[in-house]
């Protein structure tokens, strides 16, 4: 089985490589690159005119089942990665019952191979992510789980979290943290600050998600494990991390296109759609988290990619659950909110969600060149379009972003040589 694809622009951001060029899959793998490539018996895609880049990995995606298909299902999540260029995704835990065992990583890998989406399942830190008891990190990663994470429920206890990095450290693997103190941040909706005293409602303070940031890089430095934070959405935040590389500490972090292109006004805007964990926070923050992605001090674009129902976001803003879902948007909103500004060049944007979330995780993925897996991206970097959710292939609705004009489009996605998304 072959496949040709002709005259790209093909950028690979690990190399550096940004040239024309053709590009030819055969058994699921890049064979060569050159210019005028033939082949008998080939399927011909044709991207002149487009960019061709690594198929984009998501270190951080909610799927939801087992437990919640009602608001996503593996099949249905990866049908919306596909459509986002996303051929490797990370999924997160927080599922019912909580992934916290071989035969669930198991489970929702085999949910995945049909649907070509390279699937790797966090295993849960503590078991039913009660942050009480450890789960057998061994188990889970020799099951599949690329790293452990409590996702959604951060790890309070602090001897257990120590336990938990130098049990990581040992085997090599990421601890991925969502970094908000529980008792600081209970299940309030929203960012403490100005919108939270104009609705009249607890906040979830920033300080909540520093401390927390603060500790992991202690302990990160004191058991040398490589701590990960998820979705950084603190100015202070991305400093701590900052300071904490300088210092030589192994830790990477992460953000979402919500936290660079939206602040907490957006809750003014519209209520239930824009609450999420953390929460969006202030202009200043989000100054922050652009400074943080452009001087290299965050590693990763990831979604958080959350479904939830309709009518669960209907609920009144105290009681609403929080997320965004994020897979179908997510190249669109990351070219338009920093390579269109010119604050990034296009191989930064893009190694920001392929081969440095890939290089985190250990996995093989996120390259261009010959031999490596054929995962591609192909999509007009110009092309504008009004996001509309009621295109998501997605369970999920729920986002933010609907109406806004973006500049980026997807055109083809390819997984190890088969195309798994046309736009057409
Ligand atoms: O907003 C969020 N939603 N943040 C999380 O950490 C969890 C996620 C979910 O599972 O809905």
Known sequence: MRLLIKGGRVVDPASGMDQTSDLLI?????????????????????????????????????LREPGFEEKETVATGCAAAAR??????????????????????RLVREKAVSTGIHVFPAGAVTQGQKGE???????????????????????????????????AKNLGIPLLDHCEDRDMVRNYAVNEGAVSEKLGLPGRPAIA????????AMLAEETGAHVHICHISSGKAVDIVRRAKARGISITCETCPQYFTLTEEEILRQGTMARVNPPLRTIEDRQAILDGLVDGTIDAIVTDHAPHCQWEKEKPLPEAPSGMVG?????????????HTGLL?????????????????????GRIAEGS???LVIFDPDEEW???RNEFVSKGRNTPFHGFTVRGKVKYTISEGTVIYRED
Not at 209 to 216: F, G, I, P, T
Request: a negative charge; glycine letters at 8%.
């Open 26 to 62: 055969e058994n699921g793998r890049i064979l060569q690159l050159g210019s005028d490539l033939d082949s008998p018996d080939v399927q011909t895609v044709s991207a002149s005119g487009l960019v061709v880049a690594p198929g984009l990995v998501d270190m951080h995606v909610h």
């Open 84 to 105: 986002g260029g996303v051929t490797t995704l990370v999924a997160m835990p927080n599922t019912r019952p909580t992934t916290d065992c071989p035969e669930l990583i």
């Open 133 to 167: 008891v450890l789960t057998d990190f061994t188990a889970l990663h020799a099951a599949g789980a690329p790293a452990v994470t409590d996702d959604g429920v951060p790890v309070q206890n602090l001897a257990l979290l120590r336990q938990a990095l130098q049990t």
């Open 209 to 216: 998600e520093e401390l927390q940031v603060m500790r992991d």
């Open 327 to 339: 897979l179908e948007t997510s190249l669109a909103l990351a070219l338009t909110g920093l390579y």
């Open 345 to 365: 060049p296009l191989s930064r944007v893009l190694g920001l969600m392929s081969s440095s979330p890939a290089a985190i995780l250990g996995l093989e993925k």
């Open 373 to 375: 897996d054929g995962d």
């Open 386 to 388: 009004t996001i509309d």
